[in-house]
């Protein structure tokens, strides 16, 4: 089992900054990638930013040059950077881990932008 314990979430206005951390724990050896997906009211879980254990990192579209996924593999620990954020990235974002036989998802973390 593998254990994801997210935080960081909040409350910014238009243009302003968020930083998530989801910190995983447990049988971690079998994870090959981590990342995040968000889900709006009313909305499917969408992809936003993943990063496999080679580096290699995908994000949405709609996050391209505004979010920056990282990860410190000391602390088993993944990170969003969210700069420029805007109304519609307005969501409950999800950590998620993904192993060769299982997939883990954390608690999710309130993200809202609103002047």
């Known amino acids: 089992q593998v254990q994801l314990v997210e935080s960081g979430g909040g409350s910014v206005q238009p243009g302003g900054s968020l930083r998530l951390s989801c910190a995983a724990s447990?049988?971690?050896?079998?994870?090959?990638?981590m990342g995040w997906y968000c889900q709006a009211p009313e909305k499917q879980r969408e992809l936003v930013a993943t990063m496999t254990n080679g580096g290699s990192t995908a994000y949405a579209d709609s996050v391209k040059g505004r979010f920056t996924i990282s990860r410190d593999n000391a602390k088993n620990t993944v990170y969003l950077q969210m700069n420029s954020l805007k109304p519609e990235d307005t969501a409950v974002y999800y950590c998620?881990?993904?192993?060769?036989?299982?997939?883990?998802w954390g608690q999710g973390t309130q993200v809202t932008v609103s002047s």
């Open positions: 998620n881990a993904e192993g060769f036989r299982y997939s883990y």
């Open positions: 447990g049988s971690i050896g079998g994870i090959y990638s």
